[in-house]
């Protein structure tokens, strides 16, 4: 069960709104399966190269601690939590402006107050993995084929949108919108952004626009992203008209930047007054040491997320800059085992949270 609006105990992920926690629930149906069977193990050469016993090899080296297996490294990682945290934080080099004071200010819970003090940037630790010649991104829809986005080009288009998004009067704690699907320009206006400071927020495309108005009017947007439609199951979906609507009912927007994904050749914006993001995209690159990345508190927003709204509008749930990125670096190497050039997947709508 995955829960958008629950928190993990121990965990400085983020801080949920008040409202009930939305849950999805995958079942997996084995007829000869009995609760408590183990259904799979990994060999000994699989667990002697994965990321988990590298990092109890560091906690050896670097802390002085020892585990005798899985079960007693979890139970410290839930019983000491400052151990803990600040060990994930030494071990993936957190980047700070400002180191934090401590780990945890408060342990009341709801509000528990993790590394107070610490200024540091989500999506400059994303782009700090730039590595030139190689892929950041494979896309691919039912309207475009496979392709990879480089590193270069990726990263350089981030640092332009997010000198734009300056220029046009985005400030920290802004809100900027967004209605796309899961294309490279989402990625990269997330990115840019969270770069300086402002607060992100997206609605998948295939939204009604009553429902995207019901989110995103809670937000007072500054900036809304949006594209003219979408292709799904071989059958066009042309929203230019909700696009307008919601334009229109978003009484604090200042800008709109349309992209034609669906019609690439559409002439001219499809939102009246709206800037086209060929243009805005379109200026000389920002060199990667003359981008200054906002320095945030680590509890800074980062986006807010939505519940689905089934009990009344829909509850915004926020999350910070610090705690994303400490549990996307545990969850991506110690529980997924990934590592540089590997590929990783998710299957969902740029409107929900994997």
């Known amino acids: 069960m995955a829960c958008a609006g629950a928190q993990t105990p121990g965990s400085p992920r983020g801080a949920a709104l008040p409202g009930p926690p939305v849950c999805a629930t995958v079942a997996c149906v084995d007829p000869d399966a009995r609760d408590g069977d183990l ?21 050896g080296r670097e802390r002085g601690l020892y585990f005798d297996g899985y079960d007693a490294l979890w139970r410290w990682s839930v019983t000491d939590l400052d ?23 408060s342990r009341a819970m709801p509000g528990a107050q993790w590394f107070p003090g610490a200024r540091l940037n989500y999506a400059e630790h994303v782009l700090r993995s730039e590595r030139p010649g190689t892929d ?12 990879g986005l480089p590193w270069e080009e990726f990263a350089g288009q981030v640092r332009i949108l997010g000198t734009r998004l300056r220029e046009l009067g985005v400030r920290p704690g802004d809100r900027v919108v967004s209605i796309m699907p899961n294309i490279p320009q989402t990625v990269i206006a997330m990115l840019a952004t969270t770069s300086i400071g402002a607060i992100w927020a997206s609605c998948s495309p295939d939204f009604g ?20 439609g979408y292709r799904y199951g071989g059958k066009e ?32 914006p499809f939102v009246p007054g709206a800037l086209a993001w060929d243009t805005v995209i379109d200026h000389p690159p920002v060199p990667a040491g003359e981008f200054a990345f906002e320095q945030v508190p680590f509890d800074h927003p980062l986006w807010i997320l939505f519940s689905s709204g089934t009990t009344g509008l829909p509850k915004p749930i926020m999350h910070g800059h610090g705690g994303i990125l400490l ?9 997924m085992d990934l590592r540089a050039g590997d590929r990783m997947f998710f299957y969902t709508t740029a409107g929900w949270m994997m």
């Not at 699989?46 to 560091?58: D, E, I, S, Y």
């Not at 151990?83 to 200010?105: C, E, H, K, N």
């Not at 626009?209 to 003219?228: A, N």
């Open 327 to 335: 549990e996307q670096l545990k969850l991506q190497t110690f529980h």
């Open 83 to 105: 151990g803990f945290w600040q060990a994930v934080w030494d071990y993936f080099g957190i980047a700070a402006s400002t180191p934090p004071d401590r780990v945890l200010g």
């Open 136 to 147: 950041a991104l494979l896309h691919a829809s039912e309207t475009r084929p496979l392709a």
């Open 39 to 59: 259904l799979w193990a990994p060999g000994p050469e699989q667990m002697a190269r994965a990321n988990l016993t590298a990092f109890t090899g560091w906690l």
């Open 209 to 228: 626009w009553r429902g995207v108005i019901d989110r995103f009017s809670q937000l007072t947007p500054k900036v809304l992203f949006c594209v003219d």
């Open 237 to 268: 979906f042309d929203r230019t008209v909700e696009m307008r609507q919601i334009a229109g009912a978003l009484g604090s927007l200042e800008h709109v930047v349309t992209l034609p994904y669906l019609r690439p050749g559409r002439a001219g």
